[in-house]
Structures are given as structure tokens and as C-alpha cells.
């Protein structure tokens, strides 16, 4: 079995770190897709990342963006609902049971597509906007926030199916999904 490690960077620049993360989050969906690849591994890998990565920009980065005025409220609203639908998305990819099946394939496409949208629309409405107008010092204490929560978070094992499963409930009672698609029981 491949066994993924993922890095786990305490300094740098806060919009460097969350592109790498980016990058890393790429290459795991690009091995889910590879029949040649342990996907199972590359899965469990991803799960904690996406779920660690994502947490922690919405309680350390997002706020303190927007209290210095480098996004607004609704950017960080807007971020913190692609959060809540690309979780939803990996509850399904986790819900799969195997790895060479059409509905884990389904849940890939589907996870795929959310995150490469989020991803997408982050990179250019959040990290450019803190590489523009954010000074130096301020990316460097968001990077030393933001790493501490992700790293603490990774370290728990915040991806399993039950993490998961209440993170995506939580986001329903918060108003962050539509709440007419929230599946019974
Ligand atoms: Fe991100
Ligand atoms: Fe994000």
C-alpha cells in the first residue's frame, strides 16, 4: 500500500502555502483517476487534506482578510459555501465503498468539479487580492495560523467518514447548503 505523507509546513507566505496545498490536492484526484494507483490511499490522503486545508482557511485566514479589507463579506461567505458543497462532495466520494466502481467514479467527477472551481475562484479572488494588498508581515502571521489549525487538524483525523458526515450536517444547520437537498436521515 502507498502510503502518502503529506507536508506539514509551519512558516512561509500564507497565499504560497494554500497554492501548494492546491497543487498537492490536484495531483491526489489525479491519482483517484489512475486504475494503477493505491486510490484507496490517495483517498484517505485527500480527505484529511481537503477537510484540514479548507477548515482552517475559513476560521484563520478568511476573517482576518476581511477585518483588514482584503475581501469582503461576501467573498468570505462565498468561500465558505464552495467549502461546504466540495465537503458534501467528498461525503460522497467516502460513502463509495470500493475504488474501481462507477459510483466512486461518479463521486470523483463530481468532487472534481467543485474543488477545481473553488480552487480556480480562490486563487484569483482571494490569494491574488492578499498578494496585492496584504503586507508582508500579515501573510506571514496568517501562514503561522493557518498552519498550526491545518496541522492540528490533519493530526486528528479530521477526513474519516463520521468527520465528514458532521461537518457536511453542520454546514445544513448553518445555512451554508440548501436545505431542500439535505437527505433524509
Ligand atoms: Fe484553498
Ligand atoms: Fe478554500
Redesign the pocket.
Known amino acids: 500500500m502507498t502510503s502518502y505523507s503529506i507536508p506539514r509546513p509551519t512558516a512561509g507566505d500564507i497565499t504560497d502555502l494554500?497554492a501548494a496545498?492546491?497543487r498537492l490536492l490536484e495531483d491526489l484526484m489525479r491519482d483517484m483517476r489512475d486504475s494503477e494507483a493505491d486510490r484507496d490511499a490517495a483517498r484517505a490522503a485527500f480527505s484529511d487534506l481537503l477537510v484540514a486545508?479548507?477548515e482552517a482557511?475559513e476560521e484563520t485566514v478568511y476573517p482576518h482578510l476581511k477585518s483588514k479589507k482584503v475581501i469582503d463579506g461576501e467573498e468570505q461567505e462565498h468561500g465558505d459555501k464552495e467549502h461546504a458543497a466540495t465537503n458534501e462532495a467528498l461525503l460522497h466520494l467516502l460513502q463509495a465503498k470500493g475504488t474501481d466502481t462507477q459510483k466512486f467514479e461518479d463521486a470523483l467527477e463530481e468532487v472534481a468539479e467543485v474543488l477545481n472551481h473553488?480552487?480556480g475562484e480562490?486563487e484569483l479572488s482571494i490569494l491574488n487580492p492578499a498578494k496585492e494588498d496584504a503586507s508582508q508581515d500579515l501573510r506571514e502571521s496568517l501562514a503561522e495560523a493557518w498552519t498550526s489549525k491545518r496541522n492540528s487538524l490533519l493530526d486528528s483525523g479530521c477526513g474519516t467518514l463520521e468527520s465528514v458526515e458532521k461537518i457536511v450536517k453542520k454546514a445544513y444547520d448553518d445555512g451554508l447548503l440548501p436545505n431542500d437537498e439535505q437527505p433524509e436521515g
Open positions: 494554500i496545498d492546491h486545508h479548507s482557511e473553488h480552487i480562490e
